[in-house]
């Protein structure tokens, strides 16, 4: 069975995220994120997939990490409302990551950053899109779904990033991760095994 995490706009407007992980689902995929099939509770202007009863917001995003580093495939559901390509910051910092650890990635539409994306990791990125796999998972029909999931397992892709992108790569992403932290708790590492 395939392993995905779903990056992606996590909003009541735009429920795309939550439709591709039960399509994918059906289709015998292992999508570990979002966690929940809909969005469960809002905070701090961000809609929550999970029980914050349950999980806190950094355990949820120390998985999502380290899941990435395990996936067969990183999947981005790059659209929010009629935006087609959006990537925000965090699915942008996600998709450095995956392209750290050589994951494929699949993105809905031609990506199209916004604003809010750090200017290195945007840099980072740019010369790189033409190795992402653009390809329409909500609309193509399962067959071809299934045919292209299978031609990308078991492969590895080279970025060909520099020693100076994979370092603020992984500065970057354990910076995100610290900041969720209370103070004195340092998260446990990207290259920890999935929590959840």
Do not use: W
């Not at 099939?37 to 949820?60: K, Q, R, W």
């Not at 120390?62 to 981005?76: E, P, S, T, W």
Request: glycine share 8%.
């Amino acid at each position: 069975m395939l392993r995905t995490q779903l990056g992606g706009k996590y909003h009541p407007d735009d429920d795309s995220v939550f439709r591709l992980k039960r399509r994918l689902t059906r289709l015998g995929m292992n999508v570990s994120h979002p966690v929940a099939d809909g969005i469960l509770a809002f905070g701090d202007g961000h809609g929550y997939a999970f029980d914050p009863a349950e999980h806190s917001f950094a355990d949820i995003e120390a998985d999502f990490y380290a899941r990435i580093r395990y996936c067969d495939v990183h999947i981005v559901a790059n659209r929010f409302g009629a935006n087609l390509g959006y990537l925000g910051a965090s699915a942008a910092r996600e998709t450095a990551f995956a392209m750290r650890h050589h994951r494929p990635i699949i993105v809905l539409h031609p990506v199209r950053p916004t604003a809010g994306v750090h200017p290195e990791i945007h840099q980072i990125l740019r010369p790189r899109l033409d190795r992402l796999v653009v390809c329409d998972l909500l609309t193509e029909p399962d067959a071809a779904i299934t045919a292209l999931l299978r031609q990308l397992t078991d492969r590895r892709v080279d970025y060909r990033l520099t020693a100076r992108e994979r370092a603020f790569i992984d500065t970057r992403t354990r910076d995100f991760l610290d900041g969720l932290r209370p103070a004195g708790r340092q998260a446990e590492g990207t290259d920890a095994a999935p929590l959840l």
